[in-house]
């Protein structure tokens, strides 16, 4: 084997600085955690099953050059507004999800549609603009929820009505299709359940993506990633392209949420798609990801390591020092912490870029 | 449609921007299979009648454009190039318009992509076919055939040398179907000797094919080389119009630069120099298109240096690096004292100044009237049109100071606006440049570098501004570096002269040497690197 | 033109599709009594013991004066019953139907051992 020479090295450390980041602080966290294998094995399935399907939906905007879609966060609501219809008329299991699924399309295909058109008008700045944006739904989806359901929209189910009488309540109890995908085909090596129809479902994902990016409108999308005038002067119609990829990536984030939440069980009516905007694309950046790149081994990379560190943090921490918050700290600390990173980095590459062009220029000359 | 008919006829195309009149009365045309060559000087309108052909948007929105343009004997007028694709007209950019992730095949075949059908269509449209990666190979070996070239179709174009990403654009053209006529706009700037050789190779085998094109380019000896006719335009206007072979370089070059003749009189005394002033060892610059490679100069106090050369040589990269705006390395001193790059700050504190060639972008706050644009760099760097508030706590804009310099500097440029207050966007080319070098004067340099002073703007503008730097030169001393393309430009105003030929100094020259010792160098034609005098 | 008639199919199946999800997975709550009550003019006594099972649930004891809850998914169900009967142990199975709108029944265990017209009852919880 050819020993690689030093600049290589750096160059490899340098562009996978975040993953290695930390595979650094979980080596040093397992120890101190105290956990067992199995446990943290078993921990990290879960995670990965609940939250595999959320992070491959940012993949399809990053092919079209639009960043990180923070508007994903919209297609989480959409999950929750089709959750939410689907225990009020008491559908249970796996039809329970499917009709949530089928509820939360048409939903999300609006939603992504029109922050697609709004991010058209603010190309460049999709990311913060995806941001705001989904603070701004936020703010409507709370309209609709707190204040439409039960009084305009009927809801008969009073365990998920607040006692004033409309309004939907903190949580909802979705006892009725919890973990009905997860268990569907059970699973078990030695202490660890393997939930193999999630893990099917998000293999059907990986399937579509790697197809996707084989079709003339992956293709398109690659064009308009990397240059939208070249794009736009071969005849690509930008715009409805940039919207398509939202809308693909709303949906399926509808469906992901869908899937996160049969795992939990619970539905936070008011935070659950906040955090997972949140966490799933710091996840993604943990994999090694960036703005204007994204893989599918990024994806499973990122949740892997992103939420071993949130498994062991709290008792590493207590065990360090005594103190077990510290978990829920890292939690958000890290997540914003990693985002401002990652586009620090992405920022910083891009000028390393062009002077290791520059470098390369000069030692060309030297060579002469 | 008639056979007879010529494949494309102009027919008196008029085109002005805001009243700056740019093409009067262009007509010719083109038959099948006729390799139509177009020169003229950067600014006679080539590329303006170009984007009339192509029916680029800015026309459009510009007003539009007066005569007849006939594919074929039936009259045409595209609303966007698209169409004029459709129609079988195919353009190879001076920039390269290709995707640098992607492989040749990839860009080739952009958006042209072979497909094959599957199920997914019905339901979501055609785009969700799925690409035809073998077919696509096969495709675009063959177009890459057709251009006469080895090429490896599978090399991502970030990875290429600039000749094959030529190669890769032409390829792109040619694969089109109906290709019947292709622009190349300075295919062959870029190119190296052998390269560009080959080009001419193919553009005579695909005008065997019938496929007239029509060729700019700047090198006369290919011109003479390859075409069938010759056309040479001049400030907007056709001046020659001939069959190749009744001509030559020199009538070219002569109905090329015309006004040179006069120009001659005014050519600048001479002047001697002997306090160096700016001295450049071993600089690069890595600008996209204009990459500086190794260049040393010595410029001395008080003069006006000129920089010279073909487009995509690096004489834009100079002040460009100089001035912080690119990556750049070696070393910049002024009066012994070493100026660190890469720090635009730094250059400006050292009493430089830049004029950027990119005046829409860099140079000008387009949406800010005349007088702020005047004296923001002067209240941004050194402190000045303020006035102190409260014994000095704050300090407020003087907009009685601003408004005088600026009416100052209106009256001495003939800045033809309606007020100082105007808007910088409402202004035409010219009389934005003027504001630019108003702007550039008001901070009082030591050394000012001005990039492209005169492009895309009428000739009488074009002498207010030189003559307005040659008039600030002497009256301030102060030291000169004017970037131009126009060698009759540098000619009249400058001291000396450095052609720069990809990326390094090809020679340095008194400004009162004949124009063809200059044309020589730009063409690499003389050995002598570039050591000042 | 068979690109929307293959469109319209696509979409007609997943609103079947949703229907389909809907029905088969509409969840309902069937009470289980075994009280003395009185159908149609004839009184039906509890029964001492019995155990209950509805559909491939499992077999759960219901004692005099009690009431069992069994939650069931879709339309379409089977309750089988088994008593003692004067010391013989007898089955009674009975096949119903449920309506989707209704999101709970009562079923009257010895009006089902009886016979009774009426042994199924929507019911609904007062608000």
């Known amino acids: 084997m050819k020993k690689p020479d030093r600049k290589s090295v750096i160059f490899f450390l340098e562009s996978n600085a975040v993953p290695i980041l930390f595979l650094i602080i979980i080596s040093i966290g397992v120890p101190y955690s105290g956990f067992s294998v199995d446990y943290l094995v078993q921990e990290i399935i879960i995670r990965l099953s609940r939250n595999s399907f959320l992070v491959l939906s940012l993949l399809v905007p990053i092919m079209a050059g639009m960043g990180l879609n923070f508007g994903m966060v919209l297609g989480a609501m959409a999950g929750q507004i089709g959750l939410i219809f689907v225990t009020n008329w008491n559908i249970v299991g796996l039809q329970g999800i499917g009709l949530a699924m089928i509820l939360s399309i048409p939903l999300s295909i609006l939603l992504g549609w029109m922050s697609g058109k709004i991010l058209n008008m603010a190309k460049g700045r999709e990311m913060v603009t995806g941001f705001i944006l989904a603070f701004f739904m936020n703010g409507v989806y709370q309209l609709v929820v707190l204040y439409g359901m039960g009084s305009i929209i009927p809801i008969g189910n009073p365990s998920m009505v607040l006692s004033r009488g409309y309004g939907i309540r903190n949580t909802v109890n979705l006892i009725n299709i919890r973990q009905t995908l997860d268990s569907l085909i059970p699973l078990k090596i030695g202490n660890i359940q393997i939930p193999v129809a999630t893990f099917m479902v998000i293999a059907l994902v990986c399937l579509f993506i790697v197809w996707f990016r084989k079709t003339k409108l992956g293709q398109d999308m690659r064009a308009i990633g990397q240059d939208m005038h070249v794009a736009e002067s071969a005849g690509i119609n930008v715009e409805r392209t940039r919207i398509i990829a939202i809308i693909i990536s709303t949906v399926l984030a509808g469906f992901g949420m869908i899937l996160y939440l049969q795992n939990i069980g619970t539905l936070n009516t008011y935070n659950s798609h906040e955090q997972v905007g949140m966490f799933s694309i710091a996840a993604l950046l943990v994999g090694g990801a960036s703005v204007n790149k994204g893989k599918i081994s990024h994806a499973f990379l990122g949740v892997t390591l992103f939420h071993l560190m949130f498994v062991i943090s709290p008792m590493a921490g207590k065990n360090l020092i005594g103190q077990a918050q510290l978990g829920e700290y890292f939690r958000v600390f890290v997540s914003y912490g990693v985002i401002s990173i990652a586009l620090v980095l992405y920022a910083y590459r891009k000028l390393k870029e062009k002077e290791r062009a520059g470098t390369a220029l000069a030692e060309a000359q030297e060579e002469k | ?533 | 033109m068979k690109r929307i008639i293959i469109r319209s199919a696509a979409l007609l199946l997943l609103l079947l599709l949703a229907l389909f999800f809907f029905y088969t997975g509409k969840g309902h709550t069937i009470l289980l009594d075994n009280k003395t009550v009185t159908l149609g003019g004839t009184e039906y006594a509890a029964v001492n013991m019995l155990e209950v099972r509805v559909d491939r649930g499992e077999e759960r004891e219901v004692l005099k004066r009690d009431r069992i809850k069994e939650d069931v998914v879709g339309q379409g169900h089977k309750i089988t019953v088994t008593y003692l009967d004067k010391g013989v142990e007898k089955v009674v199975e009975e096949k119903f139907r449920i309506k989707t709108g209704q999101a709970m029944y009562l079923i009257s265990l010895p009006g089902l051992i009886g016979g009774a017209e009426g042994w199924i009852e929507p019911f609904d919880v007062e608000p």
């Open chain 2, 1 to 533: 449609m008639s056979q007879n008919a010529p494949l494309l006829e102009m027919r008196n195309v008029t085109k002005d921007f805001f009243g700056n009149v740019v093409l009067k009365d262009v007509s010719f045309s083109i038959e099948r299979g006729e390799i139509l060559g177009l020169v003229g000087e950067n600014g006679a309108g080539k590329t303006t009648l170009m984007k009339i052909l192509f029916g680029m948007t800015v026309i459009q929105d510009t007003g539009g454009y007066g005569g007849e343009i006939l594919l074929e004997g039936k009259p045409v007028s595209y609303k966007s190039p698209l169409e004029a694709l459709d129609d079988g007209i195919g353009m190879v950019h001076q920039e390269f318009s290709l995707l640098p992730g992607f492989t040749a095949t990839e860009n080739i075949l952009l958006n042209r992509e072979s497909t094959n059908y599957n199920f997914m269509t019905e339901l979501f449209g055609d785009r969700m076919r799925t690409l035809d990666r073998a077919e696509m190979k096969t495709r675009a070996e063959k177009a890459i055939e057709k251009v006469g070239v080895k090429l490896d179709e599978n090399t991502p174009v970030s990875e290429m040398p600039v000749g094959h990403k030529q190669f890769t654009e032409i390829a792109r053209e040619l694969e089109k179907e109906n290709v019947k006529l292709l622009v190349l706009d300075e295919p062959t700037a870029v190119l190296t000797e052998s390269e560009a050789e080959i080009l001419l190779k193919s553009m005579r085998k695909l005008s065997e094919e019938g496929i007239a094109i029509i060729f700019i380019s700047h090198r006369l000896q290919e011109i003479i080389e390859i075409t069938d006719k010759t056309l040479v335009l001049r400030d907007g206007r056709i001046i020659q119009e001939t069959p190749t072979d009744q001509t030559d370089i020199e009538e070219i070059a002569q109905a090329m630069v015309g006004r040179e003749i006069h120009a001659e009189g005014d050519r600048a005394e001479v002047r001697t120099f002997n306090a160096p002033h700016l001295i450049v060892n071993n600089l690069w610059v890595d600008m996209p298109g204009e990459t500086v490679r190794n260049i040393s100069l010595e410029i001395n106090k008080g003069e006006i240096f000129g920089i010279g050369g073909l487009a995509g040589q690096g004489k834009l990269g100079i002040p460009n690096g100089i001035m912080g705006l690119y990556p750049a390395g070696g070393e910049v001193r002024i009066d012994g004292k070493t100026i660190p790059l890469n720090n635009p700050r730094e250059a400006l504190d050292a009493s430089m100044a830049f004029v950027s060639e990119d005046r829409r972008d860099v140079g000008l706050l387009l949406d800010e009237p005349i007088d702020w644009n005047i004296s923001f760099t002067g209240m941004q760097m050194q402190k000045r049109f303020l006035k102190p508030v409260l014994g000095g706590l704050f300090r407020l804009r003087d907009d009685k100071a601003i408004e005088d310099i600026a009416n100052h500097y209106i009256e001495a440029l003939e800045i033809k606006c309606m007020s100082p207050r105007q808007k910088a966007k409402e202004l035409s080319g010219g009389n934005q440049q003027k504001v630019c070098l108003a702007k550039a004067f008001v901070v009082e340099p030591d050394i000012l570098f001005v990039s492209e002073p005169t492009r895309g703007i009428d000739v009488g503008a074009k002498k207010i501004v030189l003559d307005t730097l040659k008039e600030y030169n002497r009256e301030k001393g102060t030291t000169i570096i004017i970037i131009s393309s126009e060698l009759e430009e540098l000619r009249s105003i400058s001291d000396r002269i450095a052609i720069v030929d990809e990326g390094r100094i090809s020679g340095i020259l008194p400004a009162s040497e004949p124009s063809k010792a200059f044309g020589l160098l730009m063409l690499g034609k003389v050995d002598s690197k570039g050591d000042s005098k």
